[in-house]
C-alpha cells in the first residue's frame, strides 16, 4: 500500500516536498515512481528512481526543479520541488515497479492514491 502527501496550495517559485509511505517488507524491491495527472490530461511521469537510489530519471519538464529520492530504512520516497510553476497543477501519484524504470504508466504494478498540487501565478 503507497499513502502519499505533502501536497498544497503554494505560489509560483515556491516549493513543496512530497512523500510517499509504503507498508510492507519488501519496499527495497520495488522501483518507485512518481507520476501528475492535470485536469482533462492524461497521467504522467514525472520522475522514478531505482532499488538502491543510485539510478534517477526525470522527465524533462522537471529536470532541474525536481528531485526524487528514497529512504528504504523507512520505506519512503520523496519529491522535492522546487520553481513551482502553474502548469505543474496536477494529482501527484507514487507508485511501484517490479520491472523496470520507465515512464511507461503500464509498468507500474501499485499506485498510491495521490496528493493534490496547485501552484497559483
Known amino acids: 500500500q503507497l499513502q502519499a502527501s505533502g501536497g498544497g496550495l503554494v505560489q509560483a517559485g515556491g516549493s513543496l516536498r512530497l512523500s510517499c509511505a509504503a507498508s510492507?517488507?519488501?519496499?527495497?524491491?520495488?522501483?518507485m515512481g512518481w507520476f501528475r495527472q492535470a485536469p482533462e490530461k492524461e497521467r504522467e511521469f514525472v520522475a522514478g528512481i531505482g532499488w538502491s537510489g543510485g539510478t534517477t530519471y526525470y522527465a524533462n519538464s522537471v529536470k532541474g526543479r525536481f528531485t526524487i529520492s528514497r529512504d528504504n530504512a523507512k520505506n519512503t520516497v520523496d519529491l522535492q520541488i522546487t520553481r513551482l510553476k502553474p502548469e505543474d497543477t496536477a494529482v501527484y501519484y507514487c507508485?511501484?515497479?517490479?520491472?523496470?524504470?520507465?515512464?511507461?504508466?503500464?509498468?507500474?504494478?501499485?499506485w498510491g492514491q495521490g496528493t493534490q498540487v496547485t501552484v497559483s501565478s
Open positions: 507508485a511501484a515497479s517490479l520491472r523496470v524504470l520507465t515512464e511507461r504508466v503500464s509498468e507500474y504494478d501499485y
Open positions: 510492507g517488507r519488501t519496499f527495497s524491491s520495488y522501483i
